[in-house]
Each structure stands twice: as structure tokens, then as C-alpha cells.
């Protein structure tokens, strides 16, 4: 039994860890901007008002967690949106910085005195931010936030690896999200989290730092 904590826990694949989390009777708190009757329902802890570019609303989930020990941050909310070269649009590639990379680390960071020797940290990236897998181009907002995120994570595993603390590098497949307007060529969230979580449970100090996809595959940076 350990205590997770799920950012973006409202839907799509966080709302799916809650649910695969919860049902094998780990704690579960989900960390959300806005919770739904949905995930209430999963009987898991649930805090909303969590927004990962604000500062003051990372620092109340603080406040409410002082003293509560995590053995798992899954920092993994995120967004996409589409920027092209023919539509560079800066404010937008900035809004994927902030919520990808810098809101990820941002809560990481916070929630660092809730981590102790034999945590976890995982980090919700995606293959396209792989630099060695970009074979198509464009999606620059998108696509250069996830290298950030990934660099993040990279350092993260060698600055906490001293502390006990294991960092993995996920990408969880094309899954049938709201992120992906439900894809039908995707894999399900369950089909998802059911890898993520494997990886995460294998997760350990002498792995740390690697870039995973759910389904096992070690990824090209
Ligand atoms: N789906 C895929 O195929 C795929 C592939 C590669 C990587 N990923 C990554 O996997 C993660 C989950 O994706 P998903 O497919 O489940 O996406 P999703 O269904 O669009 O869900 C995104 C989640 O992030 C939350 N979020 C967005 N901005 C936020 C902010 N500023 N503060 C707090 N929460 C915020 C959303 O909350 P609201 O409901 O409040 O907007 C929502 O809970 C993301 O990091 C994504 O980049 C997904």
C-alpha cells in the first residue's frame, strides 16, 4: 500500500491512474483544477484548485499536504496545442512551456519535503519529444516543451538519486484522450496505465533517469 499523487486526476490518463491505483488499494490523492463527480465517486482524495503555472496554487496544495508522505508524484498533466511554422504562434509555445515543462517542475519541486528515501517520481512526457524520433516536424510548442520536461527529468534523476529518489521518463503510447480527440488509432487509458504502472513498480535507483514508453521499449532521447 503506498500513497500516490496524480496531477491532471480528472480525466484522461490521470483520471485513469486514480481508478487503476485505487482499485489495487493503493492511497490515492488526485490533484486537479477542477474535480468531477467521476472521480469523487472513486472514493480517493480529492484536491482541486491545483493549477501547475500558479505558484500560489501549488503552494496551498503544499500547505494542505504538510507532513503527509508521498511514495509517488506522478506529475502528469500537460496540453497540447498545435503550432506550425506557417502559424508560429510564441504565446502558445509559451503556454506549453509553463503547464509541460516549467509546471511540472514547479510542483515536483514543492512537493520535494514529501519525498523521502525509496519515493518515485514520474514525469509524463512523450515521444514527441524524443529529438531522435522526429520524423515528421512541426508541433514546436508541444514538441520543445517535452524535451524540457525530459531534460527536467534527466537532471532530476541524478540530483535526487543521492536522496533515494527514482525519476522515470514515460511516454504512455497514443491513447484515446481528450488530448488526442479519442484517436481510434489509439490504445485505451487502461491499456496505458496498466503499462505505466508496470514501469513505475519497476522503477529503482539503478534505472533511474530512463525514457520509457508504457509498453516497456526504452526510447531515444
Ligand atoms: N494522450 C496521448 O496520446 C498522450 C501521448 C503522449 C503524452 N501524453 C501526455 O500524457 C499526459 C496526460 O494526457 P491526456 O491524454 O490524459 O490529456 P487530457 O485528457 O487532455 O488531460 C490533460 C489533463 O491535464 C490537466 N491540465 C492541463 N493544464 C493544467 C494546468 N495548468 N494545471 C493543472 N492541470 C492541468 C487537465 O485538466 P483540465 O481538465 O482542468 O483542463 C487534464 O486533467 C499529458 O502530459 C500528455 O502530454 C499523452
Redesign the pocket.
Known amino acids: 500500500m503506498a500513497t500516490y499523487l496524480i ?10 491512474y486514480c481508478h487503476q491505483l485505487k482499485e489495487r488499494g493503493d492511497t490515492v490523492i488526485a ?4 474535480g468531477t463527480t467521476e472521480l469523487r465517486d472513486l472514493g480517493v482524495q480529492v484536491e482541486d484548485g ?5 505558484d500560489a ?1 501549488v503552494a496551498d496544495l503544499c500547505d494542505l499536504l504538510d507532513g503527509t508522505a508521498i511514495d509517488v508524484l506522478i ?6 496545442k498545435r503550432v506550425t511554422l506557417e502559424d508560429l504562434d510564441f504565446d502558445s509555445i509559451r503556454e506549453q512551456f ?3 515543462a516549467i ?2 517542475l514547479r510542483v515536483t519541486h514543492a512537493l520535494l519535503p514529501n519525498l523521502k528515501a525509496g519515493s518515485k517520481i514520474a514525469l ?5 519529444g524524443s529529438i531522435a524520433d522526429n520524423t515528421s516536424g512541426s508541433s514546436y510548442g ?1 514538441r520543445m516543451s ?1 524535451v524540457a ?1 525530459s531534460m527536467a527529468g534527466k537532471s532530476l534523476a541524478h540530483d535526487l538519486k543521492g536522496r533515494g529518489i527514482a525519476v522515470a521518463i ?11 480527440n479519442f ?1 481510434s488509432g ?1 490504445i485505451t ?1 487502461e491499456e ?1 496505465v496498466k503499462g505505466l504502472l508496470k514501469r513505475i513498480d519497476e522503477l529503482t535507483l539503478e534505472n533511474t533517469g530512463t525514457f520509457w514508453h508504457a509498453n516497456g521499449e526504452v526510447l531515444p532521447w
Not at 7 to 16: H, K, L, S, V
Not at 50 to 54: G, L, R
Not at 75 to 80: H, V
Not at 170 to 180: A, C, D, E, F, K
Open positions: 496531477t491532471g486526476a480528472n480525466r484522461g490518463i490521470g483520471y485513469e490533484a486537479c483544477r477542477t491545483v493549477d501547475i503555472t500558479s496554487s506529475n502528469n498533466a500537460g496540453i497540447i509553463e503547464v509541460n509546471g511540472a509524463m512526457t512523450s515521444r514527441m508541444y517535452k520536461l514515460l511516454h504512455p503510447g497514443l491513447v484515446q484522450t481528450r488530448m488526442t484517436t489509439g487509458p496505458s
